[in-house]
């Protein structure tokens, strides 16, 4: 793969946050390494802008493969087609751990769970070749249940109970929930490198969604994702963020390619907004959008760093991390604050990477737009609070302000492998396939239910995928 250069590494005044300008794919695929480290010895914290020479880094087939085997891939999904989440898997590379993190429908008559675990059943058994050792192997993967209540009794009794409904005795729902699931099982099944058969510990997490409809782009996406780690070997905390080149829609009978979400016009404009509103004249970014992926559903960063982040909850996660870190990197923006973790963070390294593949999903009403925005929104306003006038902060209309994001804590302090013991013990809807082939699913649903009734759904299910 062959990436330019960012025109610009920003760092944010007062911040160890470094932001680089949006760079973008050049060519899918690259013979060799070239100029691999140009941006991996950026000093620290003696400038605010840093210019790149270079105007391009090749990362070979290898140098990609290397960084997926260190990568977890994790799908939260909720009630999508099986054929569309089968299409998103299929574009991970096999070099990588799939965790795929449900919140779809569990009833008696359409248990919408065990049909995509019956689906990821299949697909892994079909296994892959090892680059390698050229040898068929079965894929890894993990598979939970978000409204497991065993995963929320576990997650109490660790000390994180905000993350769940003690009454309905489940985590709550939202997307932010989802995938901090799946970062605690990413941390404790694939960190330690003497849980893995393979001896390799997982450094990196990065998120698909799994409403894409071109499995192409989601191979991209992971080849990105493996390119932006190779290009900073050194660094601890590094985060990876896609900007689609276009999101066609069909109107009128004609194929419109938007160059920008709705959503994400909104979000990106206020995230930049608040980077000039912290920054002194003199020091801001030359590039007043530097921001362009203020909503990437599409994301990764180093496993070091996603232990430590605090996560919203909702649709506001991917925003909120600009928050978090401008938070806990400050040393002199005013209102940050450091309730939720125990220490800074080290300087931080934001990537904006362009990819190729247009970004086709199901198509979502203003109802659903309007609630990304808003939930995005809130955690700008309420991150930085004093720095907006009255009734001119972002999301505010007259009489309203957003809604507060709901905040769950960092992970870097809890005992994971008390976590994994617990969750081992009592998550009834966790699976895994390869090195963890031995955890099985429980129950079919959120009510005891026996063993044999989940083999039962299971093989309806492969039945019904296989006619």
């Known amino acids: 793969m062959r990436i330019s250069t960012p025109t610009e590494t920003y760092r944010v005044p007062g911040t160890g946050l470094f932001i680089n300008s949006e760079t973008q794919v050049l060519d899918l695929e690259a013979e060799h390494d070239e100029n691999l480290t140009v941006l991996d010895g950026d ?46 898997l299929s574009g991970i590379p096999p070099a990588c751990i799939i965790i795929l993190v449900s919140n779809s429908r569990r009833t008696a008559s359409d248990d919408h769970y065990a049909k995509e675990v019956a689906m990821l059943r299949d697909f892994c058994r079909q296994g892959s070749f090892i680059h390698t050792t050229k040898t068929p ?33 489940k985590i709550y729902d939202g997307k932010g929930e989802g995938m901090l699931l799946g970062i605690a099982l990413a941390a404790m099944f694939c960190r330690d490198p003497r849980l893995m058969e393979d001896g390799v510990p997982r450094r990196y997490i990065g998120f698909v969604d799994a409403d894409n409809f071109v499995p192409g782009s989601v191979h991209e996406y992971c080849r990105v994702f493996a390119a932006g780690f190779a290009m900073y070997p ?36 206020w995230l930049n907004r608040l980077l000039a509103a912290i920054s002194p004249p003199s020091s801001r970014p030359s590039n007043d959008r530097i921001v362009v992926t203020g909503n990437a559903g599409e994301h990764a960063m180093t496993m070091d760093l996603a232990v ?71 955690t700008i306003y309420h991150g930085f609070p004093t720095l907006w006038p009255a009734d001119s902060g972002p999301g505010q209309n007259n009489t ?68």
Not at 144 to 153: K, L, M, T, W, Y
Not at 239 to 266: A, F
Not at 322 to 328: A, E, G, R, S, Y
């Open 43 to 88: 000093n620290e914290g003696h400038h605010d802008h840093q210019q790149h020479h270079k105007k391009s880094i090749s990362l070979s087939p290898d140098t990609l493969t290397d960084t997926l085997r260190q990568t977890v891939i994790v799908v939260p999904c909720k009630n999508e087609e099986l054929e569309v989440i089968r299409g998103v």
């Open 137 to 169: 192997t079965a894929r890894k993967a993990l598979a939970i249940h978000q409204g497991d209540p065993g995963a929320a009794s576990a997650f109490r009794a660790m000390g994180m109970p905000q993350l769940s409904d003690e009454d309905a005795n």
């Open 234 to 269: 050194s660094k601890k905390n590094v985060m990876v963020r896609i900007h689609w080149p276009s999101k066609p829609k069909v109107r009128n009978g004609q194929m419109i390619c938007e160059p920008e979400g709705r959503s994400s016009r909104v979000v990106n404009m």
């Open 308 to 378: 430590k982040m605090v996560t919203a909850g909702g649709y506001a996660i991917e925003p909120f991390h600009f928050i978090h870190l401008l938070n806990q990197l400050a040393t002199s923006i005013p209102d940050t604050r450091d309730s939720t973790v125990s220490s800074r963070l080290d300087p931080t390294w934001i990537l904006q990477i362009r990819t190729r593949n247009p970004h086709v999903h199901r198509q979502t009403g203003e109802g659903h737009i309007r609630h990304l925005w808003t939930q995005a929104l809130g």
């Open 400 to 467: 309203q302000e957003p809604p507060v994001p709901r905040l769950y804590p960092a992970m870097a302090d809890m005992d994971l492998d008390k976590l994994r013991t617990l969750m081992l013990q009592q998550a009834r809807t966790l699976v895994g396939y390869g090195p963890w082939a031995s955890i099985h699913l429980k129950t079919a649903t959120a009510t005891a239910t026996p063993t044999t009734v989940i083999t039962n759904a299971i093989n309806t299910a492969t039945a019904t995928i296989s006619a």
